[in-house]
């Protein structure tokens, strides 16, 4: 069965720093994955997805992530935090056993930004 | 904007009660997902439907059920609430394929007293 860890549930970066969130997935075949953001009393939004095509995906609001198999890890960054980037992420992995499209999620990161 | 739908945005009841979440779909997507957040358990998959029929189904309770109507919405039941079902419920839909990802509503945020 596919799933997810999120290492750290709160980080704190200041404005214009480099931010890092972690992910790791556990998988018996090649994974979907991708990264959510929420905002306060918001849903989720799609941040980015990985489906095999380039190990580096471009998302949304300056975000990226890299694929590396041989760490089975799949890190969200961005080079420069804003305030406005302080919100929950999550990342997930499609239950590719299922056949089902649904989601697994992480436990989620809170990410503070301070000025 | 997701394009997902959802109703009411809030809801505040009392232990017991029975409540009716509703879900629209974004336009041309079959499958809709139902996720319960809460803060000691995450995100968790409830249950899913594609076009109508259900098609898979994870920690959901005895007492919730869900459907998917002809014209692609859908609805989650809670029955005999309880204190601890007070969660946030997201309803999420997306195409057809492994790997198209889920679009959310902004969620119902039930409050059960």
């Known amino acids: 069965a596919q799933s997810v860890t999120q290492l750290g549930s709160h980080v704190s970066v200041s404005e214009g720093a480099l931010v890092l969130l972690r992910c790791n997935y556990s998988?018996?075949?090649?994974?979907?994955l991708f990264w959510y953001v929420q905002y306060p009393n918001q849903g989720l939004q799609l941040l980015l997805k990985?489906?095999?095509?380039?190990?580096l995906v471009k998302g949304i609001n300056g975000f990226e992530a890299e694929f590396k198999k041989s760490e089975t890890s799949f890190h969200l960054t961005k080079p420069s935090a804003h305030m406005s980037d302080a919100a929950e992420y999550f990342c997930?992995?499609?239950?590719?056993?299922?056949?089902?499209?649904?989601?697994?999620f992480g436990q989620g990161t809170t990410l503070q930004v301070k000025p | 904007d997701s394009g997902v739908t959802q109703t009411p945005k809030h809801l505040i009841t009392a232990t017991g009660q029975r409540v009716t979440l509703r879900c629209s779909p974004r336009?041309?997507?079959?499958?809709v997902y139902w996720y319960q957040q809460s803060l000691d358990q995450g995100l968790q998959f409830l249950i899913q439907?594609?076009?109508?029929?259900?098609?898979a189904k994870g920690n959901i309770l005895e007492r919730f059920s869900a459907q998917q109507f002809p014209d692609l919405h859908s609805e989650l039941n809670l029955s005999s609430l309880e204190l601890g079902d007070s969660a946030l419920y997201f309803c999420?839909?997306?195409?057809?394929?492994?790997?198209?990802?889920?679009?959310f509503g902004n969620g119902t945020r039930l409050t059960v007293t």
């Open positions: 990985y489906t095999s095509a380039a190990t």
């Open positions: 336009s041309g997507d079959l499958s």
């Open positions: 997930a992995v499609s239950d590719i056993s299922s056949n089902t499209g649904k989601l697994i």
């Open positions: 439907y594609y076009n109508g029929e259900e098609r």
């Open positions: 999420a839909s997306s195409s057809q394929g492994k790997n198209s990802p889920l679009h």
């Open positions: 998988s018996s075949v090649p994974p979907y």
